[in-house]
């Protein structure tokens, strides 16, 4: 195992997973595969679930107290934002709004899963 020399800055390297906690596995579990999220562990009857997001991971971990309310977004870039509406379309999922240009140079869109985590689908525009 390589240390760094005492001194040196770390530097950020990427987002290794996101959690978002859930009231019920079954219906998030449903949700993010029928997005296409490969499961990697857990499944709709456990209380932790993780699924690949690339190289990073989004995890699911069951909630049974306290409120759970909005806390921000998640951005996943995909390769094609309008295949990636079309499927959540298919799947029965309601996005926000249809893809979009935004001035900062992303075509996106956002769905908001069961528990109100909200996600934005973004491509960088060429």
Do not use: C
């Not at 456990?46 to 699911?60: Q, W, Y």
């Amino acid at each position: 195992m390589n240390l760094p020399s005492a001194g040196t800055e770390p530097e950020i390297e990427g987002l290794s997973a996101v959690t978002f906690s859930t009231r019920d596995m079954r219906r998030a579990v449903h949700f993010y595969q029928a997005l296409g999220f490969s499961l990697l562990h857990g499944g709709e009857n456990e209380a932790f679930t993780s699924f690949a997001l690339g190289r990073s991971f989004l995890n699911l971990t069951t909630e049974t107290h306290g409120p759970i309310s909005w806390w921000g977004r998640v951005i996943i870039y995909v390769s094609d934002v309008d295949a990636m509406y079309r499927k959540a379309l298919a799947a029965g999922i309601t996005p926000a709004f249809t893809p979009r240009d935004a001035p900062w140079n992303e075509r996106y869109f956002h769905v908001s899963d069961p528990d109100g985590h909200e996600l934005s689908f973004a491509r960088p525009l060429s």
